[in-house]
């Protein structure tokens, strides 16, 4: 089989994630440029990662790179505009979630997509990460009878780059950062796409007060049709490392599962070492040392699906449509905490950016 070429987009946390999961696991893949707003970033990364080309210009990568995909780990706010053009000249693309900033945004990727007869394909780790596909199975199976409540938590003390706390750029706070992974791992369990009745939330800001107008605490209440209930948990605001924990309650059953704590070591060190886990505030004492921390998130597993995808012309198992009505809801969420009340769908709101609707703008 022919490799399929990718050039990534962004060189930070996630982008690195993302090639190192291409040179380890995906080897009907082969990364050959990479794009940074700045070109020295961008060729400290090609040359960690050991890729050929480096870019500072959009256009002139997708002109002479070569690639058939381009995989965008950029802020949210250039999504959409990096999406259209990729789409344009005949590339498939793969999308770090959030998908977009705006609903008509996400109208306008789908549709040139769709148009370009391209794959939009959104990435969304958790419905690929191992240890939750199992539970995913558990379920199929009939161990934990029928869904009655979902609950996922992410939780640690903040983002990794500070374009995470300016609204402009990114669109929303920890809700638009990680309710989204929650979101679409409720629509996982339950088939795809389920109906949603309605949406309750409550935002605040607690930590990072002084730096952001964006929410760095949030708990989601998503009611779905037949009555699953799904409970989100997000913060920037926790202490300690990263908290990444699903439960599925049941009729027959329940099941819980830990991203973190039952994939890792248990350490003590005097003096400390590299790195311990994503967000460990320190690595001195007692710490958890995770291992195969992005095969863990299931990272490697989404890429491989969507570069198969590419390669025999099957349809994604999470799209551009999948991105969509996550951030429909994500709006809704913004829209029921400035309320206080509950918010039902569909919603399509007036504002733009769906920190607007928390603001009152």
């Known amino acids: 089989m022919k490799k399929v070429k990718v050039a990534i987009f962004g060189a930070g946390f996630i982008s690195d994630y993302h090639a190192e999961c291409y040179r380890r696991f995906v080897p009907e893949s082969e990364v050959v440029a990479v794009y940074a707003r700045d070109l020295d970033k961008a060729k400290q990364f090609a040359a960690k990662h050991h890729i050929p080309q480096a870019y500072s210009d959009i256009g002139q990568l997708l002109a002479e790179s070569g690639c058939d995909v381009v995989d965008i780990c950029l802020p949210n706010f250039l999504h959409h505009r990096v999406c259209i053009a990729a789409a344009n000249a005949g590339k498939h693309v793969i999308i770090e979630k959030p998908l977009c900033v705006t609903l008509e945004e996400a109208d306008d990727m789908i549709a040139t997509c769709k148009a370009q007869n391209v794959k939009l394909m959104y990435a969304e780790e958790l419905c690929f990460a191992p240890k939750y596909e199992r539970v995913r199975e558990l379920v199929q199976d009939g161990a934990i009878g029928e869904i009655y409540m979902l609950k996922q938590t992410e939780k640690h003390s903040g983002p990794h780059s500070p374009w995470f706390y300016d609204m402009d750029l990114s669109g929303g706070g920890v809700v638009m950062d990680m309710g989204c992974h929650a979101i679409q791992w409720f629509r996982w369990m339950l088939g795809g796409n389920p109906g949603v009745k309605s949406v309750k939330a409550h935002m605040q800001t607690v930590l990072h007060n002084e730096i952001t107008k964006g929410e760095d605490n949030a708990v989601l209440l998503i009611e779905f049709e037949g009555g699953v209930l799904g409970v989100a948990e997000d913060s920037w605001a926790k202490h300690g490392g990263m908290d990444d924990k699903i ?58 699906h969507f570069i198969e995808c590419i390669a025999y012309d099957k349809t994604p198992l999470v799209t551009g449509e999948d991105g969509r009505a996550v951030l429909e809801i994500i709006y809704a969420a913004y829209e029921s905490a400035r309320t206080g009340n509950k918010v039902e769908l569909p919603f399509r709101p007036q504002v733009k950016k769906p920190i607007d609707l928390w603001h009152g703008v």
């Open 247 to 304: 439960e599925v309650h049941g009729t027959k059953g329940v099941s819980y599962a830990d991203m973190v704590m039952g994939n890792s070591a248990l350490t003590y060190s005097v003096d400390g070492y590299d790195y311990a886990a994503e967000k460990a505030g320190t690595t001195k004492g007692w710490t958890f040392t995770i291992y195969e921390e992005a095969f863990n998130y299931g990272y490697p597993q989404e890429l491989k």
